[in-house]
Nanobody
Framework: QVHFEESGGGLVQPGGSLTLSCVAS????????MNWYRQSTEKKRELVAA????????IYADSVKGRFTISRDNAKNTLYLQMNNLKVEDTALYYC??????RGQGTQVTVSS
């Protein structure tokens, strides 16, 4: 059974940092590109970052370039999102997923002073 378990969200002040993790199971993690998405009540779902199956290629939304870093550890079936210099507008539910496989329930990130 396919499962994604996100963790690492929380409340942080503007300018702070958080690292999100996503542990995947039930499919061949190392064979699939992986994505981080986010959605807030004010905005539509947004693709935040994506990474190829072999870690070679990454893409980022313009809104997070230079602040967020996506990475993966195929040996641990785990996807990461390092988020630095967080802004209020980064507040959202963040979830991981893979195309045609599925996605998790998400972890809430709230940036507020």
């Amino acid at each position: 059974q396919v499962h994604f378990e996100e963790s690492g969200g929380g409340l942080v002040q503007p300018g702070g940092s958080l690292t999100l993790s996503c542990v995947a199971s039930g499919f061949s993690f190392s064979d699939h590109a992986m994505n981080w998405y986010r959605q807030s009540t004010e905005k539509k779902r947004e693709l935040v970052a994506a990474i190829s199956s072999n870690n070679a290629d990454t893409i980022y939304a313009d809104s997070v370039k230079g602040r967020f870093t996506i990475s993966r550890d195929n040996a641990k079936n785990t996807l990461y999102l390092q988020m630095n210099n967080l802004k209020v507008e980064d507040t959202a539910l963040y979830y991981c997923g893979a195309a045609r496989i599925g996605r998790g329930q998400g972890t809430q990130v709230t940036v507020s002073s």
